[in-house]
């Protein structure tokens, strides 16, 4: 994959996050802090339905694709199954006697139960088409999808803003319905060729089998993975307050910040290291990476927790506890995409079932700190145990791989993201005041670039380098 392609492969996650960045200012200007808290616990159903009902297929599709001679029967693989299984649940769904409105929302109806229905179905058929645009490397259409329902949000809620109405949660659920079906029609018309060829193909059942072998003990690992992301937001939607649920809630959507990070790495790494595997080069080299990749997650550390209090200036005065909490709230991210690297070497020699014990960890450390601290600290608590939970989940992944693979030297490492982590928990619970936490999270730069210094100087010359030409 060359610099073009990962160019624009970085264009949706960018573009994305920039448009989030001036959304989610607009529409807590306009939405109460418990309607934003609404629409995150139905982005958490949409994740979960995603990974549970995909069966790991979506990974078997990755995985395989280099290797597939029928790419057409390959969609259809990964596919079916998940397709078939969520159909029958979302029957069960809209027939049985449960309000999942009721669940979800705390509001009971029939509207916003088809509206659920809606965007879970077009977020799980758009989650397997996104996969035929990333694996053919058409770069620009799979940015293009990530920027378009973003784009849609803000134009609804620009509008919206200028005209006088009632602001209330169906309005918000409309305008999220309607950008989750943009991106779902836009993935059906651009990958049409592909999907359209499944139904021509004869049902081969030991290409299921296959294809179920790889991905069903990734379904376990990714539900554990799903749980240590979510079980803060399902906590304090039912052991606090609707209020807190969306103050947090924004806390999280601007570690989208740190998302554009992990989604460009993840996005690139995953295809170009297994075609290294598939090729039979020396994934070895794999670990060269690692300084780099280890001084740029600090770095991204150091610049939420030195500038996020410049949120009080864009944000309501019920949003101010949200400039302590952002920084803790990137460490999901920051430590995942750090051990995309350190713990690649699982999905490489094909040992997934492993993966389930780094989930499994972190979620249930999640768990029991979430039930510990939310009722007493709320958002803050959340916060900080999802911040712990997410390095544990890290160093359990490096620690699996170079039992099975490869072994790295890993002891700085572990010192720097731990430090990183303590000093977001301590930033998002108030041990320090702004002045305090400037200047610890500047120490922290500090010392990282001198201890780091070849990686810093090696990227000074290289930017520098661009620059003179």
Not at 425 to 448: C, P, Y
Request: glycine fraction near 8%; hydrophobic fraction near 55%.
């Amino acid at each position: 994959m060359g610099p073009r392609k990962i160019v624009e492969f970085s264009l949706g996650p960018v573009g994305g996050a920039l448009l989030a960045l001036v959304t989610l200012p607009l529409m807590t200007w306009i939405y109460s802090a418990e309607d934003i808290g609404r629409i995150s616990m139905l982005q958490v159903t949409n994740s979960f339905c995603i990974l549970l009902f995909g069966l790991g297929l979506d990974q078997t599709y990755v995985r395989e694709y280099h290797q597939s001679l029928d790419k057409v029967q390959l969609l259809r693989v990964c596919l079916f199954p998940g397709l078939g299984f969520f159909g029958l649940v979302v029957l069960v769904m809209l027939l049985g006697p449960w309000s999942i409105s009721s669940i979800l929302f705390d509001i009971s109806g029939g509207i916003f139960t088809l509206l659920i229905v809606l965007c879970l179905v077009v977020g799980f058929c758009s989650s397997f088409l996104s996969l035929v645009l990333r694996m053919q490397e058409r770069a620009f259409e799979y940015s293009l999808s990530q920027v378009i329902p973003k784009f849609l949000m803000f134009v609804m809620l620009c509008l919206v803003s200028v005209f006088t109405g009632v602001r209330d949660f169906l309005e918000l659920l409309t305008f999220y319905s309607l950008s989750a079906l943009s991106v779902f029609i836009f993935f059906t018309w651009r990958t049409r060729g592909e999907w359209l060829g499944v139904f021509s193909k004869k049902v081969e059942f030991l290409n299921y089998a296959s294809a179920l072998k790889f991905g069903m003990p990734l379904v376990a690992s990714g539900v554990a993975y799903w749980g240590m992301q979510a079980v803060d937001r399902i906590f304090l939607r039912f052991f606090s307050t609707l209020d807190q649920l969306g103050v947090y809630s924004v806390a999280a959507s601007f570690a989208g910040v740190a998302i554009i990070f992990q989604s460009i790495f993840s996005t690139v790494w995953a295809p170009v290291v297994y075609k290294w595997s598939a090729a039979g080069e020396d994934v070895a080299k794999i670990s060269k990476f690692l300084d780099s990749i280890t001084v740029v997650v600090i770095f991204a550390f150091v610049s939420v927790g030195m500038f996020s209090g410049l949120l009080e200036f864009i944000l309501p005065q019920k949003y101010s506890s949200v400039k302590y909490l952002v920084v803790a709230c990137v460490s999901g991210p920051l430590f995942y995409t750090l051990s995309e690297v350190t713990g690649i070497g699982v999905t490489i020699i094909r040992k997934t079932s492993y993966s389930i014990y780094a989930s499994v960890a972190s979620m249930l450390t999640n768990l029991i700190l979430c039930y510990c601290l939310i009722p007493a600290y709320g958002a803050a608590g959340a916060a900080g145990s999802t911040a712990f939970s997410f390095w544990i989940f890290f160093v359990c992944r490096t620690e699996l791989s170079c039992l099975l693979w490869e072994r790295i030297p890993r002891l700085k490492l572990y010192c720097f993201t731990f430090l990183c982590m303590a000093l977001a928990i301590a930033t998002a619970v108030g041990v320090f005041n702004a002045l305090l936490t400037v200047i610890f999270w500047g120490g922290v730069g500090l010392l990282s670039g001198f201890i780091y210094k070849n990686q810093v100087l090696l990227f000074m010359r290289y930017v520098c380098g661009r620059l003179i030409r």
